[in-house]
């Protein structure tokens, strides 16, 4: 079996990346008395002393083989190793070992994105939205059929530790988050004429001009030397 269908197990979701915009300091705030700036840094002081007891409170309370607690559903070490496993088996067949740096980023990465898609899923059970065990299912049997037999299926599930339940589930949770993302952004986000041509005259129109331009350019040199054959004596003696 080729290692490249380990891919149909890494089930990650697309993550949503939100910008925040930082607020402009007003006029007032700005002329702050000694008094008042002070009385915000011992604020900020005991914030920071909240925000570092919470932190130390939220490890202690995820249990043991755990990477991360969402909302109290717990993202546990097994589902990390297994999307860690097929990073690293696809920079593997690429020929590409990940040193020790990319592999502190790639870990993180892996982490946020499950937390991600966890935390995408609590929100499309809060809208109620489900998908029905037949399409499950079919979604399970077009897996299953990218390999050879199902003895070599049942093997990658073995691999990966896997079972055929795990996986349905996972199916099932992507399947949700997937309708949930289509409900809540793809159907209500659209794209104003100013924005597509703000898009082209910033991505695409200078290509568009450095293309064209060659292609006249060429034209022309085409045609002026076209022009001197016609006026020039040429001999050629291939045979």
Same mark, same amino acid.
């Not at 380990?6 to 910008?19: D, T």
């Not at 007891?53 to 755990?66: F, I, Q, V």
């Not at 109290?72 to 690429?94: C, K, M, P, W």
């Not at 059929?145 to 349905?168: C, D, H, M, Y």
């Given at each position: ?12 979701? #697309? ?5 925040? #915009? ?6 007032? $705030?700005?002329?702050?008395?000694? =008094?008042?700036? =002070? ?25 043991? !083989? ?5 909302? !109290? ?29 990319? *592999? ?17 899923? +609590?929100?499309? +059970? =809060? ?42 589930? $996972?199916?099932? +949770? ?13 159907? =209500? ?14 991505? *695409?129109?200078?290509?568009i001009e450095k293309n064209l331009k060659q292609e006249k350019i060429q034209k022309e040199v085409t045609d002026f030397i076209q022009k001197l054959k016609e006026s020039a004596k040429v001999e050629r003696n291939l045979p």
């Amino acid at each position: 079996m080729r290692s490249s269908n380990c891919a149909v197990f890494r089930l990650f979701v #697309l993550g949503l990346c939100i910008f925040l #915009l930082a607020l402009p300091v007003s006029a007032g $705030q700005a002329t702050k008395t000694a =008094k008042e700036d =002070k009385a915000v840094k011992t604020d900020k002081a005991v914030k920071t002393e909240k925000a570092v007891k919470t932190e130390k409170d939220e490890k202690k309370e995820a249990p043991k !083989g755990n990477v991360a607690v969402v909302n !109290g559903v717990s993202i546990t070490q097994e589902d990390f190793d297994r999307e860690l496993f097929g990073i690293q088996e696809q920079s593997a067949n690429r020929g590409e070992k990940l040193d020790d740096a990319r *592999l502190v980023e790639v870990k993180k990465q892996i982490l946020e994105k499950l937390i991600d898609s966890e935390l995408l899923y +609590q929100e499309s +059970q =809060k809208m109620g939205i489900k998908v029905d065990d037949s399409t499950v299912d079919e979604q399970y049997a077009k897996f299953k059929e990218q390999f050879p037999s199902a003895e070599e299926f049942n093997k990658e599930l073995i691999k990966v530790k896997l079972t055929e339940a795990n996986l349905k589930s $996972q199916i099932k +949770q992507v399947m949700i988050i997937q309708q949930y993302i289509d409900k809540e952004f793809v159907q =209500k986000i659209t794209v104003s004429e100013d924005e597509l041509k703000t898009f082209f005259e910033v991505y *695409l129109k200078d290509r568009i001009e450095k293309n064209l331009k060659q292609e006249k350019i060429q034209k022309e040199v085409t045609d002026f030397i076209q022009k001197l054959k016609e006026s020039a004596k040429v001999e050629r003696n291939l045979p």
